[in-house]
């Protein structure tokens, strides 16, 4: 078997302040190979959305290590980790994470500038009439409905080839019916696109269309 492309090795995350130490995971251990598709399912205040963080490398553990791509993170100083994310990462939020003073074409290019890729006009162009946008480049996020938002973040965070696709919530804020259209659309990419895909969420059924779930009850692993 090939490495997993993702490998949560004993993380522990604990916090401490003036009541006491708080322990929000509890030696969480797991991989995901290439392709794999994981929910990680729980209740509110469980552990889902800093898990989701220490798998970004956007927090860090009081204990144990996440190998991302071949990548100790832990290992990296705040600047590699964040070239990391931004080679082989990408993100999906309930909350869509678009900067307002851009248009949707400029938004879904930033991360391709960003990381210096010729083309980016061309490609995002391209990625936004994929998700159904084609028409709606040059318009700003106030004046798109939140699933068109959701469907440029999509773009934007597909755009750049992610190997690892990381989604928190993200129909949170959406209606059923668009929600529905939007999960079907990121399965869809996801697949053709073959990234791994590591979501929190609420919905079961979104869940169950994951090849993995990874249920955290008070911080701990449970099968």
Same mark, same amino acid.
Request: net charge negative; charged share 20%; aromatic share 4%.
């Given at each position: &078997?090939?490495? *997993? ?24 251990? !797991? ?42 993170? !832990? ?17 999906? !939020? ?14 879904? &290019?930033? *991360? ?5 890729? *010729? ?7 391209? &990625? ?14 106030? %004046? ?17 080839? *992610? ?12 209606? !059923?019916?668009?929600?529905?259209? %939007? &999960? ?40």
């Amino acid at each position: &078997m090939t490495d *997993p492309i993702i490998a949560v090795r004993h993380v522990t995350k604990r916090v401490t302040d003036t009541s006491g130490t708080l322990t929000i995971l509890d030696d969480i251990d !797991f991989s995901l190979q290439a392709r794999e598709s994981a929910a990680i399912v729980g209740a509110s205040g469980s552990g889902k959305s800093t898990l989701l963080s220490l798998i970004a490398g956007l927090d860090t553990p009081t204990e144990g290590t996440v190998v991302l791509a071949g990548e100790d993170l !832990f290992a990296l100083d705040e600047d590699a980790r964040a070239a990391v994310r931004a080679r082989r990462v990408g993100f999906v !939020f309930q909350s869509f994470q678009l900067l307002p003073n851009l248009t949707a074409l400029e938004n879904v &290019m930033l *991360p391709l500038e960003l990381l210096g890729r *010729p083309g980016a006009r061309a490609a995002a162009t391209d &990625m936004l009439g994929r998700v159904g946008l084609g028409e709606r480049l040059r318009h700003y996020p106030r %004046v798109l409905s939140g699933g068109e938002q959701q469907r440029v973040a999509l773009a934007r965070a597909f755009v750049v080839e *992610p190997a690892v696709l990381l989604a928190d919530e993200p129909t949170g804020s959406l209606d !059923f019916a668009t929600g529905e259209r %939007v &999960m079907g659309l990121m399965f869809d990419m996801n697949r053709e696109a073959g990234t791994t895909l590591v979501l929190v969420t609420h919905d079961r059924g979104i869940a169950a269309r994951c090849d993995r779930q990874l249920h955290i009850e008070a911080g701990h692993l449970v099968t």
